[in-house]
């Protein structure tokens, strides 16, 4: 099964950023590697050198934008990972994730969604799996919790919260494929922008291999 081996947050709480980097880490190769970034006000093209964007998904009430980033395959060794932004943003935050399995690690499903009201959801994916790491990832520009995360109805393994910016992210490990979104409570109704990505493990889920044995059929010999 698929592990998160480590995560590693960064927000900062003002106006006019061009930069924001999650702090030094040190990944092993071949892990995957997933990152949220969310900014404010100023709409901005967010890139991060050796990751593939996902689907960015705004609030337009509140200006807030929320998108993953991945690196199916990273180089070992030690990287600080930096989301830029072109032009200069509002408060932005970054959470990183590194996850191991036994296996080459793909995209498998992708949905976003914005909306107002006290629970927030990405939308429905078609995760193939069978074996994989689901995420979703919050943003918003106010004051708000969240709770009772979930992926497809069920509870993540783990949260993150940047509480200094309001982004949350949560992931969960599945064993197979699923429909269903990344969601969770607000405990007060407000304007929300959700993205939820799912990965697979190639392999993974597996059951037993067998071998094929053949019989021959001997004839009853008359003496």
Not at 53 to 74: I, R
Not at 92 to 119: F, H, K, M, R
Not at 140 to 164: F, H, K, Y
Request: glycine share 12%; with cysteine; aromatic share 8%.
């Amino acid at each position: 099964m698929a592990t998160i081996v480590q995560e590693s947050d960064n927000g900062i709480a003002s106006a006019g950023q061009a930069s924001i980097a999650a702090g030094s880490l040190t990944f092993t190769a071949g892990n995957l590697i997933a990152a949220f970034v969310k900014h404010e006000t100023v709409s901005s093209t967010i890139t991060i050198t050796g990751f593939t964007p996902g689907t960015k998904q705004v609030n337009p009430l509140t200006n807030s934008w929320g998108q993953w980033f991945y690196n199916l395959s990273a180089t070992g060794g030690a990287l600080n990972i930096t989301a830029n932004f072109s032009p200069s943003t509002d408060y932005p935050s970054i959470l990183v994730y590194e996850i191991n399995a036994s296996g080459a690690w793909s995209l498998d499903a992708e949905a976003t969604n914005n909306g107002t009201s006290a629970a927030t959801s990405s939308g429905s994916m078609t995760v193939a799996g069978p074996e994989g790491i689901a995420f979703g990832g919050f943003a918003e520009g106010a004051v708000v919790t969240i709770s009772s995360a979930l992926i497809n109805g069920a509870a993540a393994d783990r949260t993150d919260t940047v509480p200094n910016n309001f982004t949350v992210a949560w992931a969960k490990v599945h064993a197979s494929g699923f429909t269903g979104a990344a969601s969770a409570t607000i405990n007060v109704s407000t304007d929300w922008a959700c993205c939820g990505i799912a990965f697979k493990v190639a392999g993974g889920g597996g059951g037993p291999t067998y071998r094929s044995i053949s019989t021959m059929r001997v004839p009853n010999l008359i003496m």
